[in-house]
């Protein structure tokens, strides 16, 4: 049974930082790339980040371009998401997600199979 648990999340300032990390079970975790995706409310779903199944290849939306740096431990089934100068409409519910989209990777949702339940990251002004 394949089971994805993020965690990391919190409350955090205007300009601070956090880490989010995202394990994968129940899977050849390097057979699949994986993705970071948030949902504000009342807001769809949309990707900030993707990795590629050895780490080779990433996509980030402009919006946080330069701020969240996505990595990946395969000898430990975890990815990372390090989330630098956030911003108040950062805030939302991160999730991670595995894709056997592979060689590449993709920040389109419909993509992926498999997803955790999240983690709520709140950023104050």
């Known amino acids: 049974q394949v089971q994805v648990v993020e965690s990391g999340g919190g409350l955090v300032q205007a300009g601070g930082s956090l880490r989010l990390s995202c394990i994968a079970t129940?899977?050849?975790?390097?057979?699949?790339?994986m993705g970071w995706f948030r949902q504000a409310p009342g807001k769809e779903r949309e990707g900030v980040g993707c990795?590629?199944?050895?780490?080779?290849?990433?996509h980030y939306p402009d919006s946080v371009k330069g701020r969240f740096t996505i990595s990946r431990d395969n000898a430990k089934n975890t990815m990372y998401l390090q989330m630098n100068s956030l911003k108040p409409e950062d805030t939302a519910m991160y999730y991670c997600?595995?894709?056997?989209?592979?060689?590449?990777?993709?920040?389109?949702?419909?993509?992926?199979?498999?997803w955790g339940q999240g983690t709520q990251v709140t950023v104050s002004s």
């Open positions: 990795i590629s199944q050895y780490g080779s290849i990433t």
């Open positions: 997600a595995a894709s056997p989209l592979q060689f590449t990777c993709t920040l389109a949702r419909g993509r992926y199979d498999y």
């Open positions: 129940g899977l050849t975790f390097d057979a699949y790339s």
